[in-house]
Structure formats: structure tokens, C-alpha cells
């Protein structure tokens, strides 16, 4: 295939990013989606020469393109996956946990004689269907081709960026979708079923009642009894699932009990800590407001504003929900609750939209897809599944109802980590915005999108330098 040719604009770029990164540790790069930040993030790579670079993603489809056009241009490539999504036999994170890979027939040494036939660019599929017809584990061989095969760039899930460091001792480390570190995944567990699980522990009831009361002293108690917790998961397949939810969230750095939904809940954040001396280009559509700041950063504008609207009239916080809840329901209804309106919230406001027939919960989708209730009124959670990677526009209306942060004592715990409360806030509404407007270029026609929470203003400013054009609605 013919190697890909950049525009002349992007080429300029190129050039820029080439210069500052002779000068500076790491560079930024914000363009629009459809700009072409990924050719020229590989054609930097070229120019430097900087091989191996490692591209970190938050997610598959996103490593596939990355992929599709390094091997355009011309780079030997292998986009990689982690361990559940290449096991031969479907284990998941838990199977492994209880030691599954030792008594699999796959699990046998990987010649580097085995390699030499693999010397072109592979993906994962690829790698998996090889492996399988070579009668050995896809994970195994994909960590020999990454040590061993040379490749000019190696993309990988996030998760996997510390045992990458260390495999390929990568020379430049480009993070794709870079305002992902700075909005949490969040996981969540029922407080009820984790006493549940606490008790099946062995915990006695007032034991339990004082681990749950200390999330951080829960995350260390189940990290230490991972094994009877496996153990459990294997006689209890009603537990199953909801370990197999634990087990993930012991990766994530904060715990906190959320008292608006009775759960306990877990943020995951991307490493920002590289340890690395590679250098780095971070990029993304919408760069978190610490990078945008710096002057490594290179901002190509999308040439026209998206319009939204504040709606001042309260602010959604728990207590005043719980003060004001009559008067605030009523000023929804006659306000928000029309056809074709697309509305994300959080669990402490949806007692807002309670007792309205029309309004279809993100719980209630089942096989559905959220664009198959644009004619109605359907209610999201601003920290659930569909925020990333899907398209909404279908909707006339979009609401977010409601300041987008977290409880108090998560955004002090967050903030340790490099998270404030207004990153957070802009990065997100923009990303809840973002589902509504997925055109690179100026569409016909625009939703109507309303924030409605007084605490938006505070960000209307730090909005406009991503073009979005915040008024007060009157
Ligand atoms: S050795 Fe590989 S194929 Fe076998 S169970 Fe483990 S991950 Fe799966």
C-alpha cells in the first residue's frame, strides 16, 4: 500500500513538534478528531527516528487505526492486547488468578526460531490466529515479538504501559486520547453485596460494619485474601460476576464509599508517572487544562463554536436536592423533560427525574441501543458506559444535570494525584458535549445542550478555549 502523504498543514506540525521536542522532555499536540493528529504523531516518529516507540490508547478500536496507518506508513508495527483479550481458551483475569495458565496445553516455551517467520507488522488477531496454529499461548508469543521482533512502534492498552517501559525501553512514548488522565473510570460495588461477600469472607457483622465503613481498609483486607476470594467466585456464581468486579477495582488507587447510591466506589486513573526517559507526545481533541497551559503545547483550533447554555437557576449539590427536591423536579419537568432529550446525571439527582413515566434509565437499555429512544427522554449517568467512544447525536436536546465532580473527600483524594475539581469538571462536560457533536467540520445543525447547575459558570471561561461558547440562559 502507498505510504500515506501528510498536508502541507501537517507537515508545518511536524516540523514544530520535531523542533520543540529537541528542546523539551515532552510536547502536546490538540487538534480537532479528523484533523490528523495520528499521521503526524507517526510521521514525527519517522523524523526522529525515534524507535521503538511505544502509543499508548484507552481502547482497541482506537490501537486498530493507529495501526492501519503506521503500516501505511511504512513502520513495522505490532498493535498489542492484554491477557483476557488474547487467552486462547477465553479465561478471565479471576481464571488466572486461580492459576489456570499453569495446567494449559499452550503454556509451552516460545522458540525465537518461531519468531523469524513473524517479521512483518501484526495485530493482535493476527498474533492470536498464529499463536493458535503454532499450538502455543498468544500471550506468550505476543511478549516475545515485543522483546525480541524490533518493532518501530508498539501501541498498547494504558494498563500496560510499565511492563512495556521495561520490555522495549521505548525512545519516544505517545499518549493517544491524553484527556483520559485526568477522567477516572469509575467502579462501582453495592455496599449490601459487599457485606455479602465480607461475610462468606468469614467477617463477623460488626466487622464488617467497621471494613465497610473504611473503603481503603476494605481494598487491603480483599487484595490480602485474593485467593479465598477466587475460591468463592468458583462455588458462587451469583458472586462471580461481582468478584470479578472487585478483583478489577483492586487496581484502582481510590476507594471511597458514595453515600448517594450506597456503593463503594473506585476511580482508576491512567499512570501519569512514565519513568521513563523517552520522550513524550501527549495528544488528544480536548487536552486537560494543566497541559493546555504550558507552552510545549501545539493547539490547532476548529475553526467554529459549539453554543451552549448555562441554566443558573440552582445548583444541583446533595444538600440542596435534599432541601429544595419538590421545587427543583417541578423546574425540571416544565424546563428539560421534552421529546428527544438526551439527559446525564448522577445518582444523587436522579430523584430529579423520578416519577416520570417517559424517562428511560441507562439500566432499562437491555439490548437496546441509546439512539433507538431518541424520540423520548433518556437519562444517562455522567460517570457510566456511554460517555466515551459513542455517538448520540441522534438527540434534539442534550441536558447535564447537574456539575460533574465527585463527593468531596474523592476530589481531596484526587487532587493528590494531579486531579482538581475544575480539570475534572471542564474535562468532562466537554466529553458529555462531545457525545452530541462528532463532526470535525460545522454540521447544518447543532442540539440544544443546557448545563444546567450555577456551578458551571465557573467554567464557562476555561470552556471558550475549547470552543464552546457558554451563554446564561435567562
Ligand atoms: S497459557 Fe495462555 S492460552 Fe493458556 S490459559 Fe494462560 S493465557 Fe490462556
Not at 106 to 126: A, C, H
Not at 205 to 221: A, C, F, H, Y
Not at 418 to 430: Q, W
Not at 443 to 467: C, M
Request: aromatic share 6%; with cysteine.
Amino acid at each position: 500500500m502507498a505510504e500515506l502523504r501528510l498536508r502541507e498543514d501537517q507537515r508545518e506540525i511536524v516540523k514544530k513538534l520535531v523542533n520543540a521536542l529537541s528542546s523539551a522532555p515532552w510536547v502536546a499536540l490538540q487538534a480537532p478528531t479528523g484533523w490528523g493528529k495520528t499521521l503526524t504523531a507517526l510521521a514525527v516518529i519517522k523524523e526522529l527516528g525515534a524507535r521503538p516507540a511505544l502509543w499508548l490508547t484507552p481502547r482497541l478500536a482506537i490501537s486498530l487505526h493507529v495501526y492501519a496507518n503506521a503500516i501505511n506508513m511504512g513502520l513495522r508495527t505490532l498493535a498489542t492486547a492484554g491477557k483476557e483479550k488474547l487467552c486462547g481458551f477465553g479465561y478471565t483475569t479471576l481464571d488466572f488468578a486461580r492459576g489456570v495458565c499453569r495446567g494449559c496445553p499452550l503454556n509451552k516455551p516460545v522458540r525465537l526460531g518461531d519468531l523469524k517467520q513473524l517479521s512483518g507488522s501484526l495485530d493482535f488477531g493476527r498474533v492470536k490466529e498464529y499463536a493458535e496454529s503454532m499450538g502455543i499461548c498468544p500471550y506468550s508469543l505476543q511478549s516475545m515479538l515485543e522483546r525480541y521482533n524490533g518493532y518501530d512502534v508498539v501501541i498498547a492498552h494504558y494498563n500496560r504501559v510499565h511492563r512495556l517501559i521495561r520490555a522495549i525501553k521505548p525512545r519516544m512514548v505517545v499518549v493517544d486520547e491524553s484527556h483520559n488522565l485526568v477522567l477516572p473510570t469509575i467502579h462501582k460495588i453495592d455496599a449490601r453485596v459487599m457485606e455479602v461477600l465480607l461475610g462468606k469472607l468469614g467477617f463477623e457483622e460488626d466487622e464488617i460494619g467497621q471494613i465497610i465503613k473504611s473503603p481503603e481498609t476494605l481494598k487491603m483486607v480483599l487484595n490480602e485474601m485474593i485467593d479465598a476470594l477466587v475460591t468463592i467466585a468458583f462455588e458462587d456464581n451469583d458472586l462471580k460476576p461481582i468478584i470479578e468486579e472487585v478483583v478489577q477495582m483492586l487496581g484502582c488507587q481510590v476507594w471511597f464509599f458514595d453515600g448517594s447510591d450506597g456503593t463503594i466506589t473506585a476511580l482508576e486513573l491512567p499512570s501519569t508517572n512514565l519513568s521513563t526517559d523517552a520522550q513524550i507526545l501527549y495528544m488528544s481533541a480536548t487536552l486537560p487544562p494543566s497541559l493546555l497551559g504550558s507552552s510545549s503545547v501545539i493547539t490547532i483550533k476548529r475553526g467554529w463554536v459549539v453554543p451552549i447554555k448555562v441554566d443558573a437557576k440552582y445548583s444541583f449539590t446533595v444538600e440542596n436536592v435534599r432541601a429544595r427536591r419538590d421545587e427543583m423536579v417541578r423546574y425540571i419537568r416544565s424546563k428539560f423533560l421534552k421529546p428527544s432529550t438526551l439527559i446525564f446525571t448522577t445518582a444523587s439527582r436522579e430523584v430529579l427525574l423520578g416519577g416520570v413515566d417517559e424517562v428511560v434509565w441507562e439500566d432499562d437499555l437491555g439490548s437496546k441501543a441509546p439512539c433507538d429512544f431518541r424520540s423520548g427522554i433518556l437519562a444517562l449517568r455522567t460517570f457510566g458506559k456511554f460517555i466515551e467512544g459513542v455517538d448520540l447525536g441522534c438527540f434534539e436536546n442534550l441536558v447535564v444535570l447537574g456539575y460533574p465532580i465527585l463527593p468531596p473527600d474523592a476530589m481531596r483524594r484526587l487532587e493528590a494525584r494531579g486531579v482538581d475539581e475544575r480539570s475534572l469538571a471542564v474535562m468532562k462536560s466537554i466529553q458529555l458535549i462531545g457525545r452530541v457533536v462528532r463532526t470535525a467540520t460545522q454540521p447544518p445543525q447543532l442540539p440544544s445542550i443546557t448545563l444546567a447547575d450555577k456551578r458551571f459558570l465557573q467554567i464557562k471561561d476555561e470552556l471558550q478555549k475549547y470552543e464552546i461558547q457558554a451563554q446564561l440562559e435567562t
